[in-house]
Structure formats: C-alpha cells, structure tokens
C-alpha cells in the first residue's frame, strides 16, 4: 500500500535561518506531489506543484522553493525564512491521472 | 477558472443533530468532487467523493450528492457525534486535461464543532 511520509512535525526557526522540509512517498511510482499551507486553521493555499523529477510549478510568489531530486522526494526550502512563514505545511500525492489526493500529517511551522 | 465556495462557519451543533455543509462550485468541463476532513493537528484524510453527476458519495454516515444541475456538493450527516468536530473542506479535481489533470481546488473550509 501507498503511504506518505512528512517531517518534522513541529518545527520553530528563528527569522532568517533555513528551512528544509521533507516529503517522501513509498509504494507507488511517478506520482504527483503537492505542497499547502494552510494559516489559521483553515483555509489551504497551494504553494507548488511537481508531475515529475525536476518539474516544479510554483502557484505564488514568495520567499519558498521546492525541489524534487528523486522520483518520490519532495523539499520544501527557504533561504531566510521570515515571520510570515509560520503555518501548518502539508504534503499530498496523487497518482497520475487518478484522483484525490493522500495528505501526509503536515508539518507545524513557527518562526520566532 | 475553477473555484469553491462553501458556507461560512464555523457551525455549532449538538450531539445528534442534523448537519449540512453547503458546497458550490464553479468549473469547465465534468469535475470531480471531494469533502476531506481535518482533524485538529492532523492532515487532511479524504471523507467521500463523487465522479460524476448524480453519483453518491458515502463515508461514516456522511453523504453528498453530485448534483450538476445546480453545480453543488453539500455535505449531510443524520446525526453528528462530539467525534465528528473538525474542520471539512470541499474540493474539486480539474478534469480538463493537461499537467494540471487532477490539480484539486478547495473551498475555503467549514469549521464544525459538535457539543454533548
């Protein structure tokens, strides 16, 4: 069975420092990869977007970037984070051309 | 484009009580639609989903209904329990085509609150 793998689940960074986050998909091949975030409980703004190795689409300007070095691998960077950083980061997959995604257990984002 | 528009909360209910979470949507082509539901600190976990119009989705005594004709999805339950509190967001999978195939658009999220 497919499963999805998300770390750290909490993290607090002072501003300015680097930011890794990490996403790893078991049991499935070349899947579709997504990273949110999601501020004050509720609403979910997709930040990026990957259909495969290298391929990265980016949904808002901001001070983010993603990478995906291996088929299953999905990092989420930032240079110098800022305060408004802060969020629950999650992770989701989808299978080419099916539907629905699977979201890992997300990644709780401070920045003091 | 697409887009999602679901009631505003967040709703209070008590045990037992029926609930509706209205969902709307606006999309080209044949989408398909979704309710997820996130529990406080935790990801968003798939509650039901409908392909195509008509269709009826079904999880945990949740229900919604595909319905084309007035482009919604809203979510019911009979009678919701204290466990049933969490956050519900409605979604839709963009059909079209294209490297965006199955790019899912959400609502903005309903906020539930069930009390004994």
């Known amino acids: 069975s497919q499963t999805i793998h998300q770390w750290p689940a909490t993290l607090v960074q002072p501003v300015g420092s680097p930011l890794s986050l990490e996403c790893t998909v078991e049991?499935?091949?070349?899947?579709?990869l997504y990273w949110y975030r999601q501020a004050a409980g509720r609403g979910l703004q997709l930040l990026f977007y990957?259909?495969?190795?290298?391929?990265i689409s980016s949904e808002v300007p901001q001070n983010l970037s993603a990478s995906r070095p291996q088929d299953r691998q999905f990092i989420l960077s930032s240079k110098k984070l800022l305060l408004s950083d802060s969020g629950f980061y999650l992770c989701?997959?989808?299978?080419?051309?099916?539907?629905?995604?699977?979201f890992g257990s997300g990644t709780r984002l401070t920045v003091v | 484009g697409n887009s999602v528009t679901q009631m505003e909360g967040p709703v209070t209910l008590s045990e037992e009580a029926f609930l509706t979470i209205n969902c709307t949507y606006t999309?080209?082509?044949?989408?398909?639609l979704f309710w997820y539901v996130q529990y406080p600190g935790e990801g968003l976990q798939l509650l039901l989903k409908?392909?195509?119009?008509?269709d009826k989705g079904s999880n945990k005594g949740f229900e919604a209904t595909y319905r084309k004709e007035t482009t919604s999805f809203h979510l019911e339950k009979g009678s919701v329990q204290v466990s049933d509190s969490a956050v519900y967001f409605c979604a839709l999978s963009d059909n079209a085509g294209g490297t965006s195939y199955g790019k899912l658009t959400f609502g903005q999220g309903t906020i539930l609150t069930v009390h004994p």
């Open positions: 990957s259909v495969g190795i290298g391929q």
């Open positions: 989701a997959w989808s299978a080419y051309r099916a539907e629905g995604y699977t």
């Open positions: 049991g499935t091949s070349n899947p579709n």
């Open positions: 999309a080209t082509g044949y989408p398909s």
């Open positions: 409908a392909t195509k119009a008509d």
